[in-house]
């Protein structure tokens, strides 16, 4: 039963989106303008209903914000880059790990059922 529950635990841990990758990213860290989050306000209805939902930034000051010169562009796009792979590794570690507990639960499932057959008393 331990192991179904850590599989499933891992299974939706697999499933859910990750918070701010931004945050574990060390050193001089851009404001991450391509992709940033926080440009919508949302409310819990807005969970269940598509109502109209307004942006916090305009277009415009959104396209103001971007950066002007190349370097700073590829600082951007560096750190799309970081919270790419982060999200990535993530994901792939913790699906790993529901495959192996869902594996384990398996085999452990087909140990008992085997010994139940074989009337094998434990």
Same mark, same amino acid.
């Given at each position: 039963?331990?192991?179904?529950?850590?599989?499933?635990?891992?299974?939706?841990?697999? &499933?859910?989106? %990750?918070? /701010?990758?931004?945050?574990?990213?060390?050193?001089?860290?851009?404001?991450?303008?391509?992709?940033?989050? *926080?440009?919508? /306000?949302?409310?819990?209805?807005?969970?269940?209903? /598509?109502?109209? &939902?307004?942006?916090?930034?305009?277009? *415009?000051?959104?396209?103001?914000?971007?950066?002007?010169? *190349?370097?700073?562009? &590829?600082?951007?796009?560096?750190?799309?880059?970081?919270?790419?792979?982060? %999200?990535? *590794?993530?994901?792939?570690?913790?699906?790993?790990?529901?495959?192996?507990?869902?594996?384990?639960?398996?085999?452990?499932?087909?140990?008992?059922?085997?010994?139940?057959?074989?009337?094998?008393?434990?």
């Amino acid at each position: 039963m331990g192991i179904w529950l850590l599989a499933l635990y891992s299974l939706f841990l697999s &499933i859910i989106s %990750i918070s /701010n990758p931004q945050k574990v990213i060390q050193g001089d860290v851009p404001k991450g303008r391509f992709y940033n989050g *926080d440009l919508f /306000n949302f409310k819990l209805i807005d969970n269940f209903c /598509n109502f109209p &939902i307004k942006s916090e930034l305009t277009l *415009d000051k959104f396209i103001s914000e971007l950066p002007k010169d *190349d370097t700073e562009v &590829i600082k951007e796009l560096a750190l799309e880059k970081f919270k790419l792979v982060y %999200i990535r *590794d993530v994901k792939i570690r913790r699906v790993s790990q529901c495959i192996k507990l869902t594996f384990s639960w398996i085999v452990l499932g087909l140990c008992v059922w085997t010994l139940y057959l074989f009337k094998v008393g434990l």
